[in-house]
């Protein structure tokens, strides 16, 4: 028998410099550079070459939008160019950025999105904008609304429907552990409607994760995932093997976000003791870990990930 996987991570601290939530768009590192220096033009370059292939737009404009000079290019861009949807685009999800860091009005931003929405009625980008501002809000009803205009627009949203997880997996949190609760509903529902080869199959283990989040949060799960019982029951099985089947069969190397989902199935395979298929999704990610769900509930996630990365890999 091999031994038991080391604790996930200690406690957080900053490790914002192991993580790129560019992921591995060379693109959008190479665009998001040049605005960072006030050279709003590969953006828009960008963006141009994107056009509406929507996951794709979503993630280029979301990580642009990080930067924090990013709302005063835009405003540049703009000047230069009034009727660019593209650059109203940017600076509405830029003020959501601003927003959620405390820097800007919630109001304000959400009046940018929609605006940019007015302009261009076919992109959920803006929609997704406001759907980020949702976070931490006790109106429900608001973010549901919001998800809607989104589906409309594009059916199979991935950024969407991973806030919505994230959303609803909060609800009853002081309940503790529910088999039937919400969240799985939602997630199982969004990954029947979607096609067969459709991303949003591994969402059930993304609302395991954010449930598992909320339960360790509120004191109902431990602090270290691999020691949590969450990840070992029958419904955790189920959805694991069917989340891994489906990746064996239909991983998409193109998907704007795959690297995300992948990360969320390496952590439930290692909170599983399933070493062999962790290292081989490891191997998938290669350089490129994201913060989530290796911070959960609330640790630092680049030593977690380096810890559960070497343990998988040792083990094969």
Not at 46 to 71: C, F, I, K, N, Q
Request: aromatic share 8%; proline share 8%.
């Amino acid at each position: 028998m091999s031994p038991p996987p080391p604790p996930l991570g200690r406690s957080r601290r900053r490790a914002a410099q192991a993580f790129d939530a560019a992921l591995d768009d060379a693109e959008l590192v190479a665009a998001r550079a040049a605005l960072a220096q006030g050279r709003w033009q590969a953006a828009r370059t960008l963006l141009a070459h994107t056009g509406d292939e929507w996951d794709l737009r979503g993630h280029r404009v979301t990580v642009l939008a990080m930067e924090p000079y990013s709302a005063a290019w835009a405003r540049d861009w703009l000047l230069a160019e009034p009727e660019s949807a593209d650059a109203s685009v940017l600076l509405a999800l830029a003020q959501v950025q601003r927003a959620l860091r405390g820097k800007e009005k919630a109001d304000r931003a959400r009046e940018a999105c929609r605006t940019a929405a007015d302009r261009v009625p076919a992109d959920p980008t803006p929609w997704l904008g406001m759907l980020m501002l949702e976070q931490g809000s006790t109106a429900a009803e608001n973010a549901v609304r919001l998800f809607e205009q989104i589906r409309v627009r594009f059916a199979d949203h991935h950024h969407a429907h991973h806030l919505m997880v994230a959303r609803l997996a909060e609800h009853r949190a002081a309940a503790g552990p529910d088999p039937l609760h919400e969240v799985y509903d939602f997630a199982n529902w969004a990954a029947e409607q979607a096609p067969a080869d459709s991303p949003l199959a591994i969402l059930p283990v993304i609302a395991h994760a954010e449930r598992y989040r909320v339960l360790a949060a509120a004191g109902h799960e431990p602090s270290d995932p691999a020691a949590s019982g969450h990840w070992v029951g029958r419904r955790a099985r189920q959805v694991m093997k069917s989340a891994f089947d489906w990746w064996l069969e239909w991983e998409h190397e193109g998907h704007p976000r795959r690297l995300v989902d992948l990360n969320f199935l390496a952590h439930a395979k290692v909170c599983e003791g399933r070493g062999a298929e962790a290292a081989a999704l490891f191997h998938r990610i290669g350089e490129h870990p994201t913060p989530a769900p290796w911070s959960y509930p609330d640790r630092d996630p680049y030593p977690a990930f380096r810890a559960a990365r070497d343990h998988a890999l040792g083990t094969v």
